[in-house]
């Protein structure tokens, strides 16, 4: 834990390096020299110190509880600046600024001096904390990613701490030492007033800016001009010490990530299901204490899940072959996103696959914090007495399991005999692009910066894009968990793989409608993916697409989807 929150400090210092606070740098330099000495600075620094921790581990719980805009935060954020640069410009408008800040002081902080310079400073970080977004490198993202599904613990926390302390030293020392070097510049004194102006305006035009998006596209430009630092400042986030730390920070066993050589690597009481909404395929209430005496394969899993679909066919031929032998496959499903609670989604899901052994709907995620399991797919073998014997995590190693399955059916007293099924791997073996989600709570692919604020809604299409990551242009509504297409809707993925999946739902679209490209030709027969039809793809249902096919030819490729209508949800990129 040491070493990650010494990471995690490094990475906020190498922050001040990356083209993504840049843009915030000037409002920062001219907030700091409306004040004197150190006080505006620290303000400034504790504020977006405060703010930008407190929004990162929260505001999914805001949203969730509160049914809060996370827009209505930055919109406010974005007023405050404008009118502080107003007051810079406008003397007296900053005279009552001054007066109002230090009645509020004096309620609740005691006695506060009129010209203090440290509340103002503060409210300017406390705004900007809200409306900047950092480039996200594996520290970050794994914060975020907790904050989302509401694992913040005491080490998350920590972790967030270190991270921010990182980020304020350089940018107190930047604010404080910018506000030196103009105040004491011979000659410049004595215009300390239009100096202060000039600053003003620039406030004000960063606010504008960031209301338009427009600092979304200066980072994009800085980025594409000096490309290395981007991938400098978070490179050794990727480092084997800090993913490790990262794993463990997640819950996750380094142990547990792998296989022991042999069939079976775990021998601990099997949990009990708890918490299932629906039971689907059968007509009753399952519980494993009514399975003793059979060996049992917990699968948990999701629809649209392209590392579960190619694991399916495994997991069902196994249940259609051993099934009279004492075998049962117990599907525990636990939906990814929200749309995936439909019960309705899940039985089309069931009928689709050919699964005839029972699901439960794990729609509280009950069973699967039972489990404390963290992946799609994983299997969790057990044994006649009740014991998992055997756990595997993703795809792969089917061979193993279905041994393990033979041999914990003979010491139950069942005679197998039958060859192993032997059926085709399609793990990728090849390096492919990471699982991508287009939603800001888990988003951390998007080009430059890795992350996009909320409140953006229309966004500059990159055609430079960097290898696995992506970009939208047009109109776009961006919540925590899906990008929903506004007018003018495009996305473009610069991809290294063989198939390209996506997640996506009509929405309020009927039969909606995406042209699909690939390195700027539309589809064809020679790489257009099963869904996508003459080029096109019809989003019927709640589902996963499969857009691109090349054959066994991987490859890197641009992709770009232009959407036809309004309302269309899409989820996350899988690829195969």
């Not at 894009?465 to 996305?491: D, H, M, Q, R, Y």
Request: hydrophobic share 45%; proline share 5%; with cysteine.
């Amino acid at each position: 834990m040491v070493l990650l929150l010494l990471f995690a400090l490094l990475s906020g210092l190498a922050t001040i390096l990356a083209p993504c606070i840049w843009p915030v740098l000037p409002i920062v330099l001219s907030s700091s020299v409306g004040g004197k000495g150190h006080k505006r600075p620290f303000g400034i620094t504790l504020g977006v110190m405060i703010s930008f921790a407190v929004f990162t581990l929260a505001v999914s719980t805001l949203v969730r509880v509160f049914h809060l805009d996370p827009n209505i935060l930055r919109i406010i954020a974005v007023v405050i600046i404008a009118f502080l640069g107003l007051s810079m410009v406008f003397p007296p408008l900053y005279a009552k600024f001054e007066v109002l800040v230090t009645r509020i002081g004096n309620v609740f902080g005691g006695k506060v001096k009129e010209g203090n310079d440290f509340l103002p400073g503060f409210i300017t970080g406390l705004s900007l904390g809200i409306v900047w977004s950092p480039c996200a490198g594996p520290i970050l993202a794994t914060i975020a990613t907790l904050a989302a599904m509401g694992k913040v613990n005491l080490d998350v926390v920590l972790v967030t701490i270190a991270y921010v302390v990182g980020v304020g030293i350089p940018l107190f020392i930047f604010a404080y030492g910018g506000q030196q070097i103009i105040t004491k510049l011979k000659g410049v004194s004595k215009y300390t007033g239009k100096v202060q102006q000039i600053f003003g305006v620039i406030m004000i035009l960063a606010a504008i800016a960031i209301y338009t998006n427009y600092d979304q596209t200066l980072q994009l430009q800085l980025l594409n001009t000096f490309p290395a630092l981007g991938t400098a400042v978070n490179g050794f986030e990727n480092s084997a010490p800090v993913v490790t730390q990262l794993n463990i920070l997640k819950g996750e066993s380094p142990a547990a990530l792998q296989d022991t050589a042999g069939l079976f690597n775990t021998n601990v009481p099997a949990p009990e299901f708890t918490g299932i909404t629906n039971w689907l395929n059968t007509d009753k209430t399952i519980s494993l204490k009514d399975l003793k005496g059979k060996v049992v394969l917990v699968d948990f899993w999701t629809y649209t899940c392209i590392n579960c679909i190619r694991t399916l066919p495994h997991v069902t031929t196994w249940y259609d072959k051993y099934k009279d032998q004492g075998f049962v496959v117990i599907g525990v499903h636990t939906p990814e996103f929200q749309f995936e609670h439909e019960t309705k989604n899940v039985e089309a899901a069931i009928k689709m696959y050919n699964i005839h052994y029972p699901v439960a709907q794990d729609n509280s995620y009950s069973t699967w914090n039972t489990y404390s399991n963290n992946y799609w797919p994983a299997e969790y073998l057990i044994d006649a007495e009740g014991r998992i014997r055997r756990t595997h995590f993703g795809e792969g190693e089917y061979d193993q399991t279905e041994m393990a399955i033979q041999e914990l059916l003979k010491e139950a007293g069942d005679k197998v005999r039958a060859p192993l099924t032997n059926m085709p791997d399609q793990t990728p073996i090849e390096a492919i692009s990471p699982e991508t989600y287009l939603g800001t709570a888990r988003m951390q692919y998007y080009f430059p910066n890795g992350t996009v604020n909320n409140g953006n809604n229309i966004f500059t299409l990159s055609d430079s894009l960097t290898p696995n990551s992506f970009s939208f242009g047009g109109e776009w509504n961006i919540s925590p968990e899906e990008a929903i297409t506004g007018k003018n809707a495009v996305l473009n993925y610069n991809f290294t793989a063989n198939k390209v999946y996506i997640v996506m739902r009509p929405g309020s679209a009927k039969a909606p409608k995406v042209k699909v490209f690939v390195d700027g030709k539309p589809v064809d027969i020679t790489n257009a993916g099963a869904d996508a039809t003459g080029g096109v793809i019809t989003i019927d249902g709640d589902r996963l697409y499969n857009l691109i096919d090349l054959h066994g030819a991987s490859g890197n490729h641009v992709l770009k989807l232009e959407f036809e209508n309004v309302g269309v949800e899409a989820f996350a990129f899988t690829f195969g």
